[in-house]
């Protein structure tokens, strides 16, 4: 890696957490609909009783997929309505 003589020394706070976040957004745990579509079940089906069926990994990658997917974030209110409406 290049180093600047000039910004050797300690980098700023904002420039490591834009790297985090950068990091974070490419991660290999990124998925795609057709994807989140086979995780779905168990992801709603733990918000709604608190008992985890998925690894992190795999909620992180849902969360994720929900924070810019419009389309899946309706389904997972969808879903969870369904859910609470059974008997
Ligand atoms: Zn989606």
């Not at 890696?1 to 910004?7: H, K, P, Q």
């Amino acid at each position: 890696m290049r180093r600047n003589r000039m910004d050797a020394r300690d980098p700023a706070p904002e420039q490591l957490l834009e790297l985090v976040a950068a990091l974070a957004a490419t991660a290999a745990s990124e998925i795609d609909c057709d994807q989140l579509a086979e995780r779905i079940a168990p992801f709603v089906e733990s918000l709604e009783d608190g008992r985890t069926r998925l690894c992190s990994d795999e909620a992180r990658a849902v969360e994720q997929h929900l924070a810019v997917c419009v389309e899946c974030r309706e389904e997972v209110d969808a879903l969870r309505a369904a859910l609470r409406d059974l008997p």
